[in-house]
């Protein structure tokens, strides 16, 4: 899965000879600030959404379960500074601007958040709008190259076509060595991937 690349990232990160000096990066707690921020950027957090929010939680932070309800409490906090429902996105910028700006640092790298925002994304098959502008703010405040990102994206939905096809492929009636085929087929591909992805949060 998406979760797999990210995690698989992070180990790699922690294993590179010259890793970047302490502090250079975004702490856990305020990566997920900006992925909450992400899951509520629709208005609606949906189940899926949480889940994977919960998966990544666990993934950046060992004492997540912990930390959890007062990143949720905050979050929601700043929410409720909303006047109009057309202020809803700036406060939901706001919060995101905060938590990036905030000066606790920490092992989280920016491709690294940026990637665990589009796995939450796309947990719930609808990559809408108000997302990806959000995604595209964070990728301009943390100087990350517009065709890493584009790649990340691109990456991402290839990855999910693949995923959706393997789950398809497995229902139907064709013949068993037809289907062991293109599921090795489709296996090898989504694994070309990963690794492609894994190299560009890892540069």
């Given at each position: 899965?998406?979760?797999?690349?990210?995690?698989?990232?992070?180990?790699?990160?922690?294993?590179?000879p010259e890793?970047?000096?302490?502090?250079?990066?975004?702490?856990?707690?305020?990566?997920?600030?900006?992925?909450?921020?992400?899951?509520?950027?629709?208005?609606?957090?949906?189940?899926?959404?949480?889940?994977?929010?919960?998966?990544?939680?666990?993934?950046?932070?060992?004492?997540?379960?912990?930390?959890?309800?007062?990143?949720?409490?905050?979050?929601?906090?700043?929410?409720?500074?909303?006047?109009?429902?057309?202020?809803?996105?700036?406060v939901l910028?706001?919060?995101?601007?905060?938590?990036?700006?905030?000066?606790?640092?920490?092992?989280?790298?920016?491709?690294?958040?940026?990637?665990?925002?589009?796995?939450?994304?796309?947990?719930?098959?609808?990559?809408?709008?108000?997302?990806?502008?959000?995604?595209?703010?964070?990728?301009?405040?943390?100087?990350?190259?517009?065709?890493?990102?584009?790649?990340?994206?691109?990456?991402?939905?290839?990855?999910?076509?693949?995923?959706?096809?393997?789950?398809?492929?497995?229902?139907?009636?064709?013949?068993?060595?037809?289907?062991?085929?293109?599921?090795?087929?489709?296996?090898?591909?989504?694994?070309?991937?990963?690794?492609?992805?894994?190299?560009?949060?890892?540069?």
């Amino acid at each position: 899965t998406a979760q797999n690349v990210a995690a698989d990232a992070k180990q790699r990160l922690k294993k590179k000879p010259e890793p970047a000096p302490e502090g250079d990066g975004i702490s856990a707690e305020n990566a997920l600030r900006v992925i909450y921020y992400l899951m509520a950027a629709n208005g609606t957090v949906f189940h899926n959404e949480e889940e994977k929010f919960d998966a990544i939680g666990a993934e950046l932070d060992p004492g997540f379960s912990e930390k959890k309800p007062d990143i949720i409490k905050a979050c929601q906090a700043q929410l409720e500074k909303v006047i109009d429902p057309e202020d809803y996105y700036d406060v939901l910028l706001d919060g995101v601007e905060a938590a990036l700006n905030d000066t606790a640092k920490g092992d989280i790298t920016p491709r690294l958040l940026v990637w665990n925002l589009l796995t939450v994304a796309y947990s719930d098959e609808c990559y809408d709008d108000a997302e990806r502008r959000l995604v595209k703010y964070v990728v301009r405040k943390l100087d990350i190259d517009k065709t890493v990102f584009l790649e990340m994206e691109s990456s991402m939905l290839t990855m999910r076509d693949i995923e959706n096809e393997l789950a398809w492929i497995k229902t139907t009636d064709r013949p068993y060595l037809t289907i062991e085929a293109r599921v090795s087929e489709l296996s090898k591909r989504k694994t070309v991937i990963f690794d492609s992805v894994k190299d560009l949060i890892t540069l």
